[in-house]
């Protein structure tokens, strides 16, 4: 009798972990091929690139022959990375990137794209590589959580819109070797970034950085402060007062005081 309960039991839990591993392998592939479908839905495509982006063939590999898919095998829906740059594409980033979940190189440089960088977005893409958003429209913060993308050796972000500062949690990563936030409208201070070699050409043309390899900020801070110094005084003090002030001043002081 117990036997019998033990076989059944085994037999029970085999196929059921069967019934529960093989949705989420198909699943794990289906994302990928979701992945592609929502970009393509996602980007407006004027030159027709993505024509040859067709779903519906669910034979082994047939994402590995859409133009800028490229696959980890030839065989295998599962995409390595996605190259679109200089295709005229237009819209907002396209979020269904994150299903693409071990991607390594996303580049789309050269495009039309617009609106900010979802944050949200990054986290999912633990594998990424190399990231490559230069010359589009993109505006808004550079988000924080770039950083969590603990692979990223290359991450340009040049010849765009964006504003505020450069987070400084994506200094410490100590993997960034390629660089770049030059023509974009950022500000503030320069966090020092732990790989180092960041050449001075990675912030060319921003509406105010500072610091290293940049001028000191504290220098600039403190010329802008006499500067506004000098307005304020030469706004509000009629020389002659200044200067009768002066006069004063060194009267008193050849003078001896008596009492
Ligand atoms: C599906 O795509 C593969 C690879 O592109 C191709 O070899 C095959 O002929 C296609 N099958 C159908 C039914 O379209
Ligand atoms: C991105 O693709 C363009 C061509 O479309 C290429 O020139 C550029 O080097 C690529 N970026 C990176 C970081 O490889
Ligand atoms: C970029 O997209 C905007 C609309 O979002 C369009 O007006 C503009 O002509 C496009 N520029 C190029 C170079 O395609
Ligand atoms: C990085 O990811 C963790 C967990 O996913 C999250 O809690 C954290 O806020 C993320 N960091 C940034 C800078 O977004
Ligand atoms: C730093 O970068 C310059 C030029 O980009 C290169 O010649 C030099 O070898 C680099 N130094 C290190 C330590 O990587």
């Known amino acids: 009798m117990m036997m019998v309960a033990k076989l059944v039991c085994t037999i029970f839990i085999r196929s059921y972990l069967w019934v529960l591993l093989v949705p989420s392998l198909t699943r794990a592939m289906e994302s990928d091929i979701t992945c592609l479908r929502s970009l393509k839905s996602q980007l407006k495509d004027p030159h027709a690139y993505l024509s040859n982006w067709v779903f519906g063939n669910y034979s082994d590999g047939y994402i590995c022959s859409f133009f800028g898919v490229y696959c980890y095998r030839s065989n295998y829906n599962k995409v390595l990375s996605i190259n679109l740059g200089g295709s005229g594409l237009q819209g907002e980033f396209p979020s269904g990137v994150k299903l693409c979940s071990f991607m390594e190189s996303l580049n789309l440089t050269g495009n039309n794209l617009s609106g900010t960088l979802p944050s949200v977005i990054f986290s999912s893409l633990p594998f990424l590589v190399t990231l490559d958003l ?35 949690e994506l200094a410490s990563s100590t993997r960034l070797l390629q660089f770049s936030v030059a023509h974009n409208d950022l500000k503030g201070p320069i966090p020092e970034f732990t790989a180092g070699n960041i050449s001075l050409s990675s912030f060319d043309d921003n509406l105010d950085l500072c610091g290293f390899p940049l001028d000191p900020c504290s220098g600039s801070f403190y010329y802008m402060a006499i500067i506004a110094a000098n307005i304020a005084a030469a706004a509000f003090f009629p020389v002659g007062a200044c200067y009768g002030w002066l006069y ?12």
């Open 248 to 259: 004063d001043g060194k009267k008193q002081n050849q003078r001896p005081r008596r009492r």
């Open 134 to 168: 230069s010359n589009n429209n993109f505006a808004g913060n550079i988000p924080a959580s770039l950083s969590n993308m603990s692979y990223l050796s290359t991450l340009l972000l040049d010849h765009n819109r964006l504003t505020g500062s450069i987070p400084s």
